[in-house]
């Protein structure tokens, strides 16, 4: 079953802490009808020799909202004096005793709550109570103020009055005036399971010895296994002892599942009010909130402290979390708390996805994870536990239904910011984006320039250098939004980034970060339609200037290797070539000075031919062109020792290409001795320090061993 949240309805009573309700108006649970059958219950029922009512159910159920609903149907009767009797002022049984007696007259005789029916007869009883008090101790301690207070004058005349006649014959005259009343007293005393064990004791033992005054009823509230665990001793059953005492129990109802679930869904859009940050991935809200949610809860308790929890965590992680998650997760944490450690301790069984080659080498260590993901799911209720995996952490699907998801499947994760992906469930966990990680806002600043090819240039500009790889990895999931008319702006946008990435390898597994810009480029052309894909072509060269982002760019979209079609014609592909050679062979040197991979663009543009004598472009022996295609030629072996962590480099240059661009090794070392006159006395960069060095090692006839 699934349906759509409704429209808040701005009940306040879910944000009142743990506070219970106070009146029918914050009522969630449509429990006035019962609270009125108990009231009903009391003022008929004979209490001639006193009687006891529980109203019993575990913590968090209701029972004190309960008992305030009754108790404001009691106060309205005019036949009824309410008396509330709070047990945690007291300490010991003799000022327990005490108290009690000293509570019910301070009540009985005050003027604002003495019914007009009642009024003389409680102020005569409540006079009574005040002489049985003071014979059963002169002295009276204050509760909380931990000091003893002797009203001397006052205190002086109780005990007279009190010493003239007994406990015994002042009990009689009590229950004389009580049977005369017209009308009842009702005594409420409320969370007795949260006292000590033999504070609990302690109050029945009160309230038997003094249950029997006529025209008292004892509403009592408390967890029946709580008090019968209290009152059980060795040789008595504490069940049993309870049932002398209480002759009428009612025991709170569970929520119904539908009044719960309102309960919760409306608590959950009241702080969700302010948060627009829903992404696609919130369609799964429905399922999500019905299969792993509501199941974990049972009480308006239960919900109120997720409620109180939720509103942090989204305020604190919305901006990059799918709301969905954050609600399954927050639940799982509040409710069931070792599930979500569990979920904390095992990130990779949850998130990595598995390729067919790669899980038949690692059968143990799937197994492990399929062990992992069995415990996760023990801490929950069966369905929630499977539903969890289905709706929030699918990779895991492997272990529970063999399904398998694909990079395809991680990477639109990464983009939806589920916890599904790792980087988005350790930021749930951790609060903290991981070095290099881009945060939603930027990325989503680039999504919403793409529609403008000035907008989109300057989103660029303002994310730095080092997360610029992220967001581009990002943006591919994202690239089939783009207007389909912007595809020419926005790809030429994107090939103009190359300049900002290093051309140092960041490692031995270090493949080039170009990628990150050929990926969506070359998603953009494939939805170019196939008749206007020559025109597009020609449109993004042009206005690329960049020869490396030009051959780069007709590498993605011309001739393919037989897994990839081509997306523009051979005859287009031909002519686009033959214009960058053209360009490239008469390109200025302050141009070419600064190209990025200078070599690499010179050698695949133009068939170079190392027995010419000449060189393939005209500003080759310049020596700002002669350094750029030293550096660009220039790269790094890195190797280590089996069993080692050392790792060993080694410079290398393309040596073969370099001649075949200067025409020759004579031509090449004229230029490069060119060179090493005209930077004499100025700063170098250390990479062409290092690319003569390796050129002077190459002309002496060194190679490397494994060429």
Known sequence: ?????????????????????????????????????????????????????????????????????????????????????????????????????????????????????????????????????????????????????????????????????????????????????????????????????????????????????????????????????????????????????????????????????????????????????????????????????????????????????????????????????????????????????????????????????????????????????????????????????????????????NLWHGNDSLQAWRRDGRVAHPTILKYYLHRELPSGTASSSQIDSIIYAAGDERDFESALAAIPDCLLEDVLDRFLAHVDGVDSSRIPEVAIGLLKLFPRFSEESAGMFDFGRDYTVLRPVRKLMQRVAPDNADLVARTICEATQSPYARLRFLSLVGKQTESEDRIISPESEEVLRAELRESLESAPADTLSSERELLRTVVQAIDCDAESGEPAIEAATTPAVTARLLETGLSTSRSNTLGSVVVNSEDRLAWDALLSVFGGEAQLSVAVEQLKEHIVGQEVSPRLQRAIAAFELYETGWRPRDL
């Open 1 to 401: 079953m699934t349906e759509p949240l409704p429209t808040p309805d701005g009940n306040s009573a879910l944000f009142s802490g743990d506070d219970p309700i106070l009146n029918a108006e914050d009522d969630l649970l449509n429990r006035s009808r019962l609270a009125t059958a108990i009231a009903d219950e009391v003022q008929a029922m004979n209490a001639k020799r006193g009687a006891v009512v529980a109203i019993t159910g575990k913590w968090g159920t209701g029972k004190t909202s309960l008992l305030n609903l009754i108790a404001n149907i009691l106060r309205e009767q005019e036949a009824v004096q309410v008396v509330e009797f709070n047990p945690w002022f007291f300490s010991g049984t003799d000022h327990l005793i005490r108290f009690f007696f000293d509570e019910m007259a301070r009540q009985l005789s005050s003027e604002r709550s003495r019914k007009r029916r009642l009024k003389d007869a409680t102020a005569s009883i409540a006079e009574k109570f005040n002489k049985y008090s003071a014979s059963l101790s002169p002295l009276k301690f204050i509760p909380g103020a931990g000091s003893i207070l002797e009203a001397a004058q006052k205190t002086s005349e109780g005990v007279s009055q009190a010493l003239s006649t007994s406990i015994h014959e002042q009990r009689i005259e009590i229950s004389d005036a009580l049977s005369q009343l017209d009308g009842r007293i009702i005594v409420l005393i409320d969370d007795i399971d949260r006292l000590t064990r033999q504070e609990i004791r302690d109050l029945f033992r009160l309230v038997r010895l003094n249950g029997s005054f006529p025209n008292v009823v004892y509403l009592l509230s408390f967890d029946r296994k709580v008090v019968e665990s209290a009152l059980g001793e060795e040789g008595l059953d504490g069940a049993a002892y309870l049932e002398k005492i209480v002759k009428t129990s009612v025991e709170v109802p569970p929520a119904a599942d539908e009044a719960l679930a309102s309960v919760l869904r409306t608590g959950m859009l009241e702080v969700l009010a302010d948060i627009t940050t829903l992404g696609p991935s919130e369609d799964r809200l429905p399922d999500v909130f019905w299969q792993v949610v509501r199941p974990l809860f049972g009480t308006v308790r239960d919900v109120k402290r997720f409620l109180s929890s939720l509103t942090l965590t989204v305020r604190s992680a919305a901006d990059e979390v799918s709301l969905t998650d954050l609600i399954a997760l927050e639940s799982i944490r509040v409710m069931r708390p070792v599930a979500h450690d569990l979920i904390a301790q095992n990130v990779s069984a949850l998130t990595t996805v598995h390729g067919w080659q790669a899980d038949r080498r690692s059968q143990g260590a799937l197994a492990a994870d399929a062990e992992r993901i069995s415990a996760i799911q023990s801490e929950l209720p069966d369905d929630v536990g499977r539903a969890l995996i289905r709706y929030i952490f699918p990779a895991a699907q492997l272990h529970t239904e």
